[in-house]
């Protein structure tokens, strides 16, 4: 069965960084689009990347633009988000995602049980 697994989350003071891990098992990884979605306490959740089946093309929310770096290694079946110039307001559960084959930018199928990031000093 689809399994995907996070792990790298922690706490960090502002202005650190975290690099968030994501094994896939029970399909083909390297046949699927990618995606970390957020959620912060009473808030709905927040699609923060995706990445190609390839890794060769990478979209970002605005709120994270040039702080977050989304990669792959299909060799591996791992997905990652590197994080830095962490701010408070990153402060969520981050969930991996598997986006349908034909679906769309914020559709998933599949997600993750979530790591745990806070951003404190």
């Known amino acids: 069965q689809v399994q995907l697994v996070e792990s790298g989350g922690g706490l960090v003071r502002p202005g650190g960084s975290l690099r968030l891990s994501c094994v896939a098992s029970?399909?083909?990884?390297?046949?699927?689009?990618m995606s970390w979605v957020r959620q912060a306490p009473g808030k709905e959740p927040e699609w923060v990347s995706i990445i190609n089946t390839n890794g060769g093309n990478r979209m970002y929310a605005d709120s994270v633009k040039g702080r977050f770096t989304i990669s792959r290694d299909n060799a591996k079946n791992t997905l990652y988000l590197k994080m830095n110039s962490l701010k408070p307001e990153d402060t969520a559960l981050y969930y991996c995602?598997?986006?349908?084959?034909?679906?769309?930018?914020?559709?998933?199928?599949?997600w993750g049980q979530g790591t745990q990031v806070t951003v404190s000093s």
């Open positions: 029970g399909f083909t990884f390297s046949t699927y689009y």
């Open positions: 995602a598997r986006r349908p084959i034909k679906g769309g930018l914020y559709e998933y199928d599949y």
